[in-house]
């Protein structure tokens, strides 16, 4: 019952922030109300007891994703940007509600049909063990991930210089 | 307990938020923070369905664990694509942005 209040809590926290965040005009809330809704992401995690999950979310989404986002707003452009009031046009509006409306009717339709929702495993509510995580991520077993482990941090490292590359100034010769 | 069904309907609606937002705004930042939105409503469904329905694997969680390290890639590249795009252009909406050569 705890955990049915926490959920709704949480659930109500994401869905209001996110909306905020697509229908806000100014550029930094909307950056605001992205790290409310990763915030209350990361706690549906901690409720489903995956700590861990949770933890990295927090670190890397919140800390770090959010952080760049400022960074680039706060950059870009001091005029047009950080007061910028986004003008939208309500046919453009209309047809983006249409056809979410549209695909939520399919998706719920289609998942809250199915039957697999009444095979839930009663879980206990214990923490996922450390150990397990760890184990799991650096060995080479069946189930165990040590290479998208190796070839993720190779990729976020060619990612970042990417990035430097695309963004730095060109030195005129 | 949680129905399961709550965890299903809270991760369509923040995709569709996002979708929305996504076809909504002209922004390349806000579309990029929209596409954020779709992007963890993803992760959430993969952890849950990794807890609720086999609870004894962990291909879900590490599923979400590796998709938050590629999104922070992701979100780095584009965020310098727009950085240049808005030196160039001097403008990040998108419809001022007609061809992608000067």
Do not use: H, W
Request: charged fraction near 15%; glycine fraction near 6%.
């Amino acid at each position: 019952m705890a955990k049915l209040v926490m959920f709704c809590i949480l659930a109500v926290v994401i869905l209001g922030s996110a909306t905020m965040c697509v229908m806000t005009k100014r550029i930094m809330r909307a950056a605001t109300f992205l790290l409310l809704v990763l915030f209350g992401i990361a706690g549906i995690y901690f409720l489903l007891d995956y700590t861990y999950l949770g933890t990295a979310q927090i670190a890397i989404y919140a800390g770090g994703i959010t952080v760049l986002y400022v960074f680039a707003i706060q950059l870009v452009s001091r005029r047009t940007l950080q007061g910028l009031i986004e003008r939208v046009k309500l046919s453009k509006a209309m047809g983006g509600l249409l056809i979410s409306l549209v695909g939520l009717a399919t998706v719920l339709g289609v998942l809250l049909k199915n039957q697999f929702i009444n095979k839930a495993a009663d879980v206990a509510s214990v923490e996922v063990p450390m150990k397990t995580v760890g184990m799991a991520l650096v060995g080479s077993e069946k189930y165990q991930y040590v290479l998208p482990f190796e070839l993720i941090s190779v990729f976020l490292l060619a990612c970042i210089i990417g990035a430097i590359m695309i963004a730095r100034k060109e030195d005129d010769k | 307990m949680i129905p399961v069904a709550f965890y299903f309907v809270l991760s369509a609606l923040l995709f569709f938020i996002g979708v929305f937002g996504f076809v909504t705004r002209r922004n390349l930042i806000a579309m990029l923070i929209s596409v954020e939105l779709v992007l963890n409503s993803a992760d959430l469904n993969f952890a849950m369905f990794n807890r609720i329905l086999f609870p004894g694997q962990f291909e879900g969680f590490f599923f979400s664990l590796f998709s938050i390290g590629v999104s922070a890639a992701e979100t780095a590249v584009a965020i310098a694509i727009i950085i240049n795009v808005y030196r160039n252009f001097k403008s990040d909406q998108v419809n001022r942005i007609e061809n992608m050569k000067l």
